[in-house]
């Protein structure tokens, strides 16, 4: 009897919670989850079911951490290295931030510059926090990486696209930037190479841009994660050295997850002004305080350790990236040939359909179809494009590919 009570007692409260729903902030009803995740976790869905999926649609390298860094970690836990640390990173791994810096941009940094956060996504997310109040404008090159105008709206900021076309090979150019830009703006979000597009600004290009961001008193936040990811003849860039001249107009995000096939590990990292660096600390302190110890000292191996790893992925990149590129031009699709990261950010518009009218319906289609799951251009603010991402293997990667290829062109 005492069972049977409670088992209606429950169902009562049950019923009641079902109809009246959690009060959420009207913040988070305004935030999308991301579109790269849920396309990744459909797909994940569907194998569970049996049906045999390929996905392209998330940006993660398919090779192994390298040895050195899971030694670290395993050091780490065998000394204990358990405990909290500075919530800024341990003085070793901030000095190696510095040392990374230094090293590939002779850049004249300090610990004090830098700081260890949760991947590259929580260093951004940091950092809007830390500059923008509300109704400030951010201008964000489009298309862009899916979760930039979610952070700034989280900051009560304002996204302010700056439009680049395949025919510019998806870069933005002064004139651009110049016709986006009020008084009110206040933050430029560059991202070289580019998620989604693989493409890259010159060391040049960049230095353009800062110059003209400093001219009318515009932060850059130059999001540099893929930046040893990059393909001859093309260079890397960084705007690391003009943040040594001009520490207090600069921040630069990095990160290990994709040279050194780190995504889960979460660490990322900042170069910038030791005031702003305060003002992160704070808030990281007070969300997340310090990154894991043991990360943090795997991260020590990555950055003062052999990058060998990388050179390996680039060969394998650049052969995968060609494959791709000649088999969805073959297509007839418009796409520049990205210089940089593992993605392909191929014009599909013309294959759309009555049914299938958009990239989401589309990737839709394709996902059933041919069981290759793909990211829609409008999560990166172009619905005629979607987003290919080449780090699988080639004989996998040409098999779904050519599974892509008979669903948009029956052949």
Same mark, same amino acid.
């Given at each position: 009897?005492?069972?049977?009570?409670?088992?209606?007692?429950?169902?009562?409260?049950?019923?009641?919670?079902?109809?009246?729903?959690?009060?959420? %902030?009207?913040?988070?009803?305004?935030?999308?989850?991301?579109?790269? $995740?849920?396309?990744? *976790?459909?797909?994940?869905?569907?194998?569970?079911? /049996?049906?045999?999926?390929?996905?392209?649609?998330?940006?993660?390298?398919?090779?192994? =951490?390298?040895?050195?860094?899971?030694?670290?970690?395993?050091?780490?836990?065998?000394?204990?290295?358990?405990?909290?640390?500075?919530?800024?990173?341990?003085?070793?791994?901030?000095?190696?931030? *510095?040392?990374?810096?230094?090293?590939?941009?002779?850049?004249?940094?300090? +610990?004090?510059?830098?700081?260890? #956060?949760? /991947?590259g996504k929580q260093v951004l997310y940091n950092l809007l926090m830390a500059l923008v109040n509300p109704g400030d404008?951010?201008?964000?090159? %489009?298309?862009?990486?899916?979760?930039?105008?979610?952070?700034?709206?989280?900051?009560? !900021?304002? %996204?302010?696209?700056?439009? %680049?076309?395949?025919?510019?090979?998806?870069?933005? &150019?002064?004139?651009?930037?110049?016709?986006?830009?009020?008084?009110?703006?206040?933050?430029?979000?560059?991202?070289?190479?580019?998620?989604?597009?693989?493409?890259?600004?010159?060391?040049?290009?960049?230095d353009e841009i800062a110059s003209w961001a400093r001219k009318n008193d515009i932060f850059i936040i130059s999001d540099?994660?893929?930046?040893?990811?990059?393909?001859?003849? *093309?260079?890397?860039? &960084?705007?690391?050295?003009?943040?040594?001249?001009?520490?207090?107009?600069?921040?630069?995000?990095?990160?290990?997850?994709? +040279?050194?096939?780190?995504?889960?590990?979460?660490?990322?990292?900042?170069?910038?002004?030791?005031?702003?660096?305060?003002?992160?600390?704070?808030?990281?302190?007070?969300?997340? #305080?310090?990154?894991?110890?043991?990360?943090?000292?795997? *991260?020590?191996? !990555?950055?003062? !350790? #052999?990058?060998?790893?990388?050179?390996?992925?680039?060969?394998?990149?650049?052969?995968?990236?060609? $494959?791709?590129?000649?088999?969805?031009? !073959?297509?007839?699709?418009s796409c520049p040939k990205p210089d940089g990261a593992f993605y392909l950010f191929p014009v599909l518009n013309q294959?759309?359909?009555?049914?299938?009218?958009? +990239?989401? =319906?589309?990737?839709?289609?394709?996902?059933?179809?041919?069981?290759?799951?793909?990211?829609?251009? #409008?999560?990166?603010?172009?619905?005629?494009?979607?987003?290919?991402?080449?780090?699988?293997?080639?004989?996998?990667?040409?098999?779904?590919?050519?599974?892509?290829?008979?669903?948009? =062109?029956?052949?």
């Amino acid at each position: 009897m005492v069972f049977r009570l409670w088992a209606v007692e429950r169902s009562i409260i049950v019923t009641i919670k079902r109809e009246h729903p959690m009060n959420i %902030s009207e913040r988070l009803r305004r935030i999308k989850p991301s579109a790269t $995740l849920a396309v990744n *976790a459909k797909a994940m869905e569907l194998r569970a079911q /049996g049906k045999e999926i390929v996905s392209l649609a998330v940006g993660q390298p398919d090779f192994e =951490t390298p040895p050195h860094v899971c030694e670290a970690a395993k050091a780490a836990l065998d000394e204990g290295f358990t405990r909290y640390t500075p919530v800024p990173g341990i003085p070793e791994l901030r000095e190696a931030i *510095a040392g990374y810096y230094s090293e590939f941009y002779g850049a004249n940094a300090e +610990s004090a510059d830098t700081m260890a #956060s949760n /991947g590259g996504k929580q260093v951004l997310y940091n950092l809007l926090m830390a500059l923008v109040n509300p109704g400030d404008e951010v201008l964000i090159p %489009s298309p862009y990486w899916v979760s930039y105008p979610a952070m700034v709206q989280l900051a009560e !900021g304002v %996204s302010v696209f700056v439009p %680049s076309t395949a025919e510019d090979g998806y870069l933005v &150019s002064i004139e651009g930037l110049k016709a986006a830009r009020t008084e009110r703006t206040k933050v430029l979000i560059l991202n070289s190479p580019s998620n989604p597009t693989g493409c890259c600004y010159t060391q040049a290009q960049l230095d353009e841009i800062a110059s003209w961001a400093r001219k009318n008193d515009i932060f850059i936040i130059s999001d540099e994660v893929y930046d040893r990811l990059v393909y001859e003849p *093309a260079k890397p860039s &960084s705007l690391a050295k003009t943040w040594e001249s001009y520490p207090d107009t600069i921040a630069i995000v990095g990160a290990l997850s994709k +040279s050194f096939c780190m995504t889960g590990w979460r660490v990322g990292y900042t170069l910038t002004h030791p005031d702003l660096i305060q003002a992160m600390c704070k808030i990281q302190g007070q969300s997340t #305080s310090n990154i894991n110890s043991i990360t943090q000292k795997s *991260a020590i191996a !990555g950055l003062t !350790g #052999s990058w060998d790893i990388v050179e390996k992925m680039k060969e394998s990149f650049v052969r995968r990236r060609d $494959l791709a590129y000649d088999i969805i031009t !073959g297509w007839g699709a418009s796409c520049p040939k990205p210089d940089g990261a593992f993605y392909l950010f191929p014009v599909l518009n013309q294959f759309y359909t009555d049914d299938a009218p958009d +990239s989401g =319906t589309m990737c839709t289609k394709i996902l059933e179809e041919a069981g290759v799951a793909l990211v829609p251009g #409008s999560a990166f603010g172009d619905d005629n494009c979607i987003r290919f991402s080449y780090a699988v293997d080639d004989a996998t990667l040409e098999k779904a590919l050519h599974a892509v290829g008979k669903v948009l =062109t029956g052949k």
